[in-house]
């Protein structure tokens, strides 16, 4: 089983639609959860950080479930510009032998058409 | 600021030549980072650098891969000799502190090589 683990897509939706990604990970121990933007050719660029109760940027709005090992993000009135790969990241715990190692997902590919 | 500096953009090279990528961290970041992106694998660690010193190089693929921080400004990643399966892109990335990294402390990636192995 991968440690974290994404539905690659593609998802088709239109102009002002609402779509919702979800994302698992298998490291219990994992610490802090974040949502990485990737453009075609483009290097990844954070997007959001994931927080226990949930928390909300604009159009874009992240959830965790620590006990499900879910997390997800729901972007809502999809914009031609949100047209991306949506990347789940998972940084386990530091301390230890453990240095906060970051673990990327395979990405969510969107495209928002008109 | 410049952000992380990578360079080449592009690499195409034969076979069992010998391939050096080169990346230059934001100024004052502690941590850095190598990765490679391919369709089927995603986002792979490579190897993670904290105050120049190799940390975790368990992502590295075999011994033709290897990696060197000789100061704060400057990171080699070298392919010897180079197959065509190394064809991938290659992310270099850095953050601002080291091991003890706030939680939510960002990754900051350059803009890659893209390596092409013939």
């Known amino acids: 089983r991968k440690e974290v683990e994404q539905d690659p897509g593609p998802f088709n939706v239109p102009e002002g639609a609402t779509v919702a990604f979800n994302c698992t990970y298998s490291?219990?121990?994992?610490?802090?959860f974040f949502w990485y933007r990737q453009d075609c050719r483009k290097e990844p660029k954070l997007l959001m950080s994931?927080?226990?109760s949930g928390n909300e940027d604009g159009r874009f709005t992240a959830q965790l479930n620590r006990a499900s090992q879910y997390i997800s993000l729901l972007i809502r009135d999809s914009k031609l510009s949100d047209s991306a790969t949506y990347l789940c990241?998972?940084?386990?715990?530091?301390?230890?032998?453990?240095?906060?190692?970051?673990?990327f997902g395979q990405g969510t590919i969107l495209t928002v058409h008109p | 600021d410049a952000g992380v500096i990578q360079s080449p953009r592009h690499e195409v090279t034969e076979m069992g030549q010998e391939v050096t990528l080169r990346c230059k961290p934001i100024?004052?970041?502690?941590?850095l980072f190598w990765y490679r992106q391919t369709m089927m694998r995603g986002l792979e660690l490579l190897i993670y650098?904290?105050?120049?010193?190799?940390?975790?190089d368990s992502g590295m693929p075999e011994d033709r891969f290897s990696a060197k921080m000789p100061n704060a400004s400057f990171s080699t990643l070298k392919i010897q000799p180079s197959e065509p399966r190394d064809s991938a892109v290659y992310f270099c990335?850095?953050?601002?502190?080291?091991?003890?990294?706030?939680?939510?402390?960002?990754?900051?990636f350059g803009s890659g090589t893209q390596l092409s192995v013939l």
């Open positions: 990335a850095s953050r601002p502190s080291g091991l003890n990294a706030g939680s939510n402390e960002k990754l900051f």
């Open positions: 490291n219990s121990a994992s610490q802090s």
């Open positions: 994931v927080y226990s």
């Open positions: 990241v998972v940084r386990e715990r530091a301390g230890g032998t453990s240095y906060g190692k970051l673990t």
């Open positions: 100024s004052g970041h502690n941590s």
């Open positions: 650098f904290n105050n120049n010193v190799p940390i975790d």
